[in-house]
């Protein structure tokens, strides 16, 4: 009888201690890194040699916009601090360039763009559209 006594309080604390830890959430499984900078220029031609012309609502770095910071930290994307990051990326047509295709806010050629609206490595071109 006394044993069973004994084990009660220890049952209650090992309980305990499970609930304790389910709890708390885990931390994100991924998070942004920032890596080392890369040129920011303006294309003067309507082409891009590497990436894919788009156009986007603004384009910032997450070291200037904490709305940017915070995108690339949710996606779990590594880029530097300057490096150009597109919001509210859509695609261009190169071969509507100049005659149908229009974009009211920033042309830029995006090095990589497969995280949805945002581009990562944007240049801003300059387009006739």
Not at 17 to 38: C, G, M, S, W
């Amino acid at each position: 009888m006394a044993a069973r006594t004994h084990a009660l309080p220890l049952l209650a604390l090992l309980l305990a201690l499970v609930l304790a830890a389910l709890a708390h959430p885990a931390p994100p499984a991924v998070r942004a890194k920032f890596e080392y900078p890369r040129p920011y220029a303006t294309r003067q031609d309507s082409q891009c040699n590497s990436g894919s012309l788009q156009c986007c609502d603004s384009v910032s770095t997450p070291g200037n916009s904490s709305v940017v910071r915070r995108a690339v930290r949710e996606l779990g994307v590594r880029v530097a601090y300057n490096q150009p990051v597109g919001v509210g990326c859509s695609s261009i047509d190169p071969i509507n360039v100049g005659g149908g295709t229009s974009c009211s806010s920033d042309p830029v050629c995006c090095e990589d763009n497969s995280f949805g609206l945002i581009g990562i490595g944007c240049t801003p071109i300059s387009i006739g559209l």
